[in-house]
């Protein structure tokens, strides 16, 4: 008795059974709708893979942001804080699957909550490492120039200028540095003082930061 034949159509050599996937999707191309094709949907689920696997180096406070905001589900975090928790590389391997399919059952404005959580934290690790670049920079500054001191105390005059100078008058004569040794890019020797000048130059830079954020900036950036 023969078999009665599939329903269907051929498309580039190819048969295409009526009702499979493949033919849901060379539908809706035609029909010009926004319906993903398998390769978008391979492509989106790779891609909320990935956001999991990064959701592990994301800080608390976000994290718990994300979830009052409702983009984070309990399963979720749940997932997450058991996955930090894995050593065993098969374990975690099945762990971050788990949090790959529940990243995949998030809404797309769940996911680009998520990634803007992600980009707030990439965008404060630059800001610090500024900030302490510019720190190191004055450091180097009051160290090698005299006039350097009164530069500073005309941007910071907040400062205690007698702390700085004797610092910095300290920290030159701890200083066992050669021309050499500087022309070869070694540091001045790390003595106490030199070690103090850095955290005050650090303290004065956060305290003009803090001023410049008013408390109605820093609520409304926190605005679901």
Do not use: C
């Not at 989106?44 to 409702?70: C, F, K, M, P, Y």
């Not at 399919?101 to 769940?110: F, H, I, N």
């Not at 800001?127 to 530069?151: F, G, I, N, V």
């Amino acid at each position: 008795m023969s078999r009665k034949p599939k329903k269907g159509y051929f498309v580039k050599g190819m048969f295409v059974a009526e009702g499979s996937e493949l033919d849901l999707e060379l539908k809706a191309e035609l029909r010009g709708t926004e319906g993903k094709t398998r390769t978008d949907r391979k492509k989106d689920s790779d891609g909320r893979q990935e956001l999991g696997v990064e959701l592990l180096t994301l800080r608390n406070d976000l994290t718990e942001r994300l979830h009052a905001q409702g983009h984070m589900t309990d399963l979720l975090r749940e997932a997450l804080a058991e996955a930090r928790r894995i050593t065993n590389f098969e374990g975690k391997r099945r762990q971050m699957q788990y949090v790959g399919k529940l990243m995949r059952k998030l809404s797309d404005e769940s996911i680009e909550a998520v990634k803007d959580a992600l980009n707030e934290q990439r965008m404060g690790s630059t800001k610090d490492t500024l900030a302490l670049h510019l720190a190191e920079s004055w450091r180097d500054r009051l160290m090698a120039e005299d006039t350097a001191l009164q530069e500073w105390m005309n941007e910071y005059p907040s400062t205690d200028s007698q702390q700085l100078r004797a610092l910095v008058r300290q920290a030159r004569k701890d200083d066992v540095t050669t021309k050499a040794d500087i022309a070869k890019g070694l540091l001045p020797r790390q003595s106490r003082s030199y070690r103090e000048i850095f955290q005050l130059i650090k303290e004065q830079l956060n305290l003009v930061e803090d001023a410049l954020h008013t408390p109605e900036e820093d609520e409304e950036s926190y605005k679901p």
